[in-house]
């Protein structure tokens, strides 16, 4: 059975970091597409950042310069690495692979994803 298990959420004040862990069983998906996804309460689930196989990344303008998309396939683990966190961050996010092929533009389009996690909150308090 394939898993998504997403950690390291948490609560935070504006200014602090934040690291999220995905980590993929049943399969080696850290070799497909994979992204990280958020959603803020009564809002729709948006693209944070995304990776391909073969490791070129895309982020959302609103992350760019303060998140950082990473994996490391020899344990099957997706990372995001948060700093310079604004209260305007603070969702569920969540972990997401596609064993498809996806174009880079593709890689923050909620759509073009299968596998979902069930998701980590962070909370930022200014």
């Known amino acids: 059975q394939v898993r998504l298990v997403e950690s390291g959420g948490g609560s935070v004040q504006a200014g602090g970091s934040l690291r999220l862990s995905c980590v993929a069983s049943?399969?080696?998906?850290?070799?497909?597409?994979m992204a990280w996804f958020r959603q803020a309460p009564g809002a729709e689930r948006e693209g944070v950042a995304g990776?391909?196989?073969?490791?070129?990344?895309r982020y959302a303008d609103s992350v760019k310069g303060r998140f950082t998309i990473s994996k490391d396939n020899t344990i099957n683990t997706l990372y995001l690495q948060m700093n310079s966190l604004k209260p305007e961050d603070t969702a569920m996010y969540y972990c997401?692979?596609?064993?498809?092929?996806?174009?880079?533009?593709?890689?923050?389009?909620?759509?073009?994803?299968?596998?979902w996690g069930q998701g980590t909150r962070v909370t930022v308090s200014s």
């Open positions: 990776i391909d196989s073969d490791g070129s990344t």
């Open positions: 997401a692979a596609e064993t498809g092929f996806l174009e880079e533009w593709e890689l923050l389009r909620v759509d073009m994803f299968r596998e």
């Open positions: 049943g399969d080696t998906y850290t070799r497909y597409p």
